[in-house]
């Protein structure tokens, strides 16, 4: 979805004669809110589960 809205903004201004400060601004705020969008919702998910740690079937001990 973000590749799309990032090709109709480049026609867009293109269609507009933009200059290429213009350009990089929009684009800029678009890259803001792409970015920003995905760390609200990625704050969001619910976590992984936990690795459990293996248990070793004979103890390791190491007496020095």
């Known amino acids: 979805m973000p590749i799309v809205v990032v090709v109709g903004l480049v026609l867009l201004l293109n269609d507009l ?3 290429i400060g213009i350009a990089v601004a929009a684009l800029g705020a678009v890259a ?7 760390g609200y919702f990625a704050d969001r998910l619910p976590e992984f589960p936990r690795a459990r740690r293996a248990h070793r079937l004979v103890p ?3 007496d020095r």
Request: glycine share 8%; proline share 0%; aromatic share 0%.
């Open 17 to 19: 004669n933009a200059d």
């Open 32 to 38: 803001v809110a792409s970015g920003a969008a995905l």
């Open 60 to 62: 390791h001990r190491v």
